[in-house]
């Protein structure tokens, strides 16, 4: 077996679920280290509850979450969600500093400088984040995925990361997802449009209940 094909995720018989309603059943799944999964379904299928149910941020009550072979809840996933948590009383510099701090990352200043020239940001380091547009804030929440390897955390949970972003950013970010996952991370993303760079598609529809 190659280090490619080691389970990085799996779901045996899960139950996408809030609060007493269940939306989806019998969900299976299998994210191997290279996986990019394109997580679709629509308006209400699922989609974010099953992501955050993932980050531990909803429980699972019934089904199986297996994380490297080992069942496992809750994991410590990169989950950027669409609700984008970013202080606006932070300076640009700030609130990405805070975001990595969450996965025990200390940037240094470089790191810092060289993230958001990755998203574009150069030059904002110091500005209030309330001063941003809405595609500028979204991508401070990705700068972080420039920093972040598989080593600190190999599964990235992605919900709709190419909202409100331009064309050039969504081609930088597939091209960043891709390298991520040749460096052998996985990856559970949703998006209304088409992801380029996906290596599988896991349609919530099918497991409607
Ligand atoms: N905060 C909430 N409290 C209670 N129920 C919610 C809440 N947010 C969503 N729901 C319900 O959970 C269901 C699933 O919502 P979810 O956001 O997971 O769907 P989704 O597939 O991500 O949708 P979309 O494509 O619109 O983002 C919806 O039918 C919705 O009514």
Redesign the pocket.
């Known amino acids: 077996m190659t280090a490619l094909n080691i389970a990085l995720l799996t779901l045996d018989e899960l139950t ?1 679920q ?2 007493e ?1 269940p ?1 989806c059943e019998g969900l299976a799944l299998n994210l191997s280290e290279g996986s990019i999964c394109h997580l679709i ?10 992501l ?1 149910q993932l980050a531990g941020l909803l429980p699972v009550l019934t089904g199986e979450v297996y994380y490297q072979g080992v069942v496992s809840l809750p994991m410590q996933p990169l989950y950027v969600s ?1 609700q984008l948590g970013i202080h606006p009383n932070l300076t640009v510099a700030q609130n990405l500093t805070f975001l990595l701090n969450l996965y025990g990352i200390t940037p240094s200043t470089a790191d810092i400088d060289d993230a958001l020239a990755w998203v574009g940001l150069q030059g904002f380091e110091t500005i209030s984040s309330s001063h941003l547009s809405a595609g500028q804030t979204r991508r401070i929440t990705l700068a972080r995925l420039y920093l972040l390897t598989p080593e600190v955390t190999p599964l990235w949970l992605l ?2 990361p190419f909202t409100a972003l331009d064309v050039d950013m969504v081609a930088r970010m597939e091209d960043r997802l891709r390298d991520f996952a040749n460096e052998g991370g996985a990856i559970l993303m ?1 998006s ?1 449009q088409a992801v380029e760079v996906a290596n599988q598609v896991l349609d ?1 529809s099918d497991y409607m209940v």
């Not at 379904?41 to 099953?50: M, S």
């Open positions: 996408v809030r609060g309603t939306l379904g629509a308006n209400g299928t699922g989609k974010t509850t099953l955050m669409h919900d709709e949703t209304h919530l």
